[in-house]
C-alpha cells in the first residue's frame, strides 16, 4: 500500500480528547442555567432526549459504545445492511407506481404512460376499490408482462384476479419462467380491512403452482399498510407483519412447499413516512426480524433476505394543503431508499382527495427517479450503515418488534389476535395516545395544524372508488383538524363568511406582536379567521373595533404585565359589546376576571376549537 505524503492536515489533532462525561458535565452546566436544577452527567444526557412510540428515545449524543451487535454484510444475513451485496447500485430501486382507475381504458393509458416515462412496475387496484376483475386484460393492453412486473391489490377478489392474470399471461404467449410480479394474496390483511374470516387455502394453492410453474411470480404480500393505516407505531406494525409472515409460512410448507420455497413466495410491504430516521430503521429492523425467523426455521442463508415493498404514508398525506404532501413522500422515499427497500411506492400528493391526476402521478414518479438518477442515492450501499444513532434506533426497535410478535404468537397467531380484538385494541391504544400529540400541536402537522392557509384554493378530485372496510379502522394525522375545517367550509358556503376572531392587541407592537400570530396560527387551524386591528387597544377603543370586525369571539393578545394591568377592563369592554366567549393568549396563575379560557402552547388545541365554533353557533 502506498502511504500519503504528510501534507500538513492534522484535522483534529489539535483539538483536546474529549469523552461522554466531559459532553454531559457541560450540559449539566447549561441545564443549570436553564433552571433545570442539579443534575448528574447522565440526568442531564436523559433530559436531553426525546422520547419516541414503543419506549424507544432519541439520545442527544451516540458515540460507538451505543452501535450494539455488529450488523454484518449487505446480502448476508442477518440482513440489516439489505437483502443483496450490492444493494441498489447496479440500478437503484424498483419504481413501483400505484393506480386505483376504474375504468380500464384510463388505466391502460395511465399504465404505459408510465412505463414509458420511467417507472418499472405497476402496482394495480383490482375488484373493490379498482378496475373490475375482468377488465384487467384490456387494462394490460400493449403492457409487456415478460418486461414490466405487474403487482395485483385484489383484497377479497385476490384468487379471481390471480387466476385472470395467469390467463393472460397464457394468451400472450408468455413464457412461465418470464412472468414477472406479485399476485397479491394477503387473506390475514384481508381479515385486518374487513373483519371478515381469512382462509388462507386458496393462497396456498396459488403459491404452490407459482413455485412449481411461474418462477419470477410471488403469490403473496405480507401488508404492514392496514396496521399502519389504523395507527400502529412502527414495532406494532413489524411485529404485526411479523406475525402475518409466519402465519404464511407455516401455510404453505404445510402445503408441501420447502421453507426455501415457501420464503420466496413472499413479499413484505412497509409504510415509511416523514420520519426519516424511523423508515430507515423500520426496515432495516424488519429484514434482521424476518432473517431470525427464516434462520430458526431451517431456511438456506440466502432464502432469509425479506423482499421489501415500501410505501409513502397514507396516515402523514394532509387534505389541506396537499401540496406540502410532496416534500413528505421525498423524506419518506429518502428513507425508503436508505433503508435499503427493493421496491418502492411513492403516493401522490393528492391521493387523499380522490384519482390522481397525470400532474401528481408524474411528480410522484419523478421523485424516486430524481433520488436514483440525480441524487445518486443508490449507488451507496446501505449508507446508514455504520452510523451509532442509526444502528442503535434499528436495534432497540427489532427488540420492541420482536416482544409484539411474541405476544401476537401467545395470543394464538395473527388470526387469533385480530379476532380477539388483541390487535384492534392494543392498536387503538397507541394512536389514542398520538391524538393527544396531535391535538396539543405536540407533533405538528405543517399546513393544518400549524401554518394554515385558509384562502387557499381546495384541490378538488374525482372521487375514488370505495374500498371495503368493517375491520381496522384507516386513519389520518388531520382527521381531528379536518372536521373542524370541514364545519368552517359548511359556514363559509351557507353564509359567504367563515366564523372570526377578534385578536384584541394590547400594548406596543413588541408585546403584543407573539401572541398575536400564536392565536392567529391557532384559530386558523380550526378554520376561524382572525381578525386583527389596525392599531392596539385598550378598554376605550375594544369594543368599537370588536363590533367592525364581524367577530363573535374574541382574544386578548399581549404581554403578562400588560394584562395585569388591562386585560380585566378590556375583557369587560368586549362582553358588554357582545362577544360570547373572551380568549386570552398565555398562560398566567390567575384567570383575569372576565376571561373565559386561556389558549397557550401545549394545550389541547382541538378541544378549543372545537368548543370556540360551538360558541359561534357553527353546526356540525
Known sequence: MTVPPDDGLTLAADFPQGDRERWRALAAGVLRKAGAGELSGEEAELRLATRLEDGLRTLPLYTAENAGAAPGYPGSAPFVRGGRPEGGALGGWEIRQRHVLPAPGPLNEALRTDLELGVAALWIAVGDGGVPVAELPAALDGVLLDLAPVVLDAGAQYPEAAREFLALLAARGVAPEAALGVLGADPLGVRARTGNPADLGPAVELAVRCAREYRSLRALVVDGLPFHEAGASPAQELGCSLAAGVAY??????????????????????????????????????????????????????????????????????????????????????????????????????????????????????TSTILVEESHLARVIDPAGGSWYVESLTGELAAAGWRWFREIEAAGGMAAALGSGLVEERIAATWRERTRRLATRREPVTGVSEFPLLAEEPVVREPSPPVPGGGLPRVRRDDAYEALRARSDAQLAEHGQRPRVFLATLGPVAAHTARATFAANLFQAGGIEPVRPETPVDAATTAGAFAASGATVACLCGADDGYAEHAADVARALAEAGARRVYLAGRLEQRPPGVDEFVFKGGDAVATLDGALDVMGVAR
Do not use: C
Not at 408441501?256 to 413466495?265: C, F, I, R, T
Open 249 to 366: 409460512l407455516r401455510a404453505l410448507t404445510d402445503g408441501g412447499l420447502s421453507v426455501d420455497e415457501a420464503l420466496g413466495q413472499l413479499e413484505f410491504r412497509y409504510a415509511v413516512d416523514a420520519d426519516q430516521f424511523l423508515g430507515i430503521a423500520k426496515l432495516r429492523a424488519a429484514r434482521a426480524l424476518w432473517g431470525r425467523v427464516a434462520k430458526a426455521s431451517g431456511a438456506s442463508d440466502a432464502a432469509g433476505a425479506q423482499r421489501q415493498h415500501a410505501v409513502t404514508s397514507r396516515v402523514m398525506m394532509t387534505r389541506r394543503d396537499p401540496w406540502v404532501n410532496m416534500l413528505r413522500t421525498t423524506v419518506a422515499a429518502f428513507a425508503a431508499g436508505v433503508g435499503g427497500a427493493d421496491a418502492v411506492t411513492v403516493l401522490p400528493f393528492d391521493e387523499g382527495l380522490g384519482l390522481s391526476d397525470g400532474f401528481s402521478r408524474r411528480i410522484a414518479r419523478n
